[in-house]
Nanobody
Framework: QVQLVESGGGLVQAGGSLRLSCVFS????????MGWYRQAPGKQRELVAA???????NYADSVKGRFTISRDNAKNTVYLQMNSLKPEDTAVYSC?????????????WGQGTQVTVSS
């Protein structure tokens, strides 16, 4: 099993920045992909960004150039740096990790953290 704990959400004005963190523990040797998803009220969950252990990246078109996913293997942590935030980025952001090496990791999930961007 793998446990994930997110942090870093909050309220920010449009144009501002936030950095989300996700620390994972447990059977981490199995993890070979990490990602962030978001779900806004009334909308389906969508993949925001993902990274594999080999360094492959995947970003949603809506966040390209504004968000950056990165990882710190020594700290068992994956980050999502969010810049130039827009009100439409408001959502619950969830970290997920995978053991299949895909750019849409879904095997284990965190509890989610709220990001609210005010206009």
């Amino acid at each position: 099993q793998v446990q994930l704990v997110e942090s870093g959400g909050g309220l920010v004005q449009a144009g501002g920045s936030l950095r989300l963190s996700c620390v994972f523990s447990g059977s981490i040797f199995r993890i070979n992909a990490m990602g962030w998803y978001r779900q806004a009220p009334g909308k389906q969950r969508e993949l925001v960004a993902a990274i594999t252990s080999g360094g492959r990246l995947n970003y949603a078109d809506s966040v390209k150039g504004r968000f950056t996913i990165s990882r710190d293997n020594a700290k068992n942590t994956v980050y999502l740096q969010m810049n130039s935030l827009k009100p439409e980025d408001t959502a619950v952001y969830s970290c997920a990790v995978g053991i299949r090496g895909t750019l849409s990791p879904k095997d284990y999930w965190g509890q989610g953290t709220q990001v609210t961007v005010s206009s």
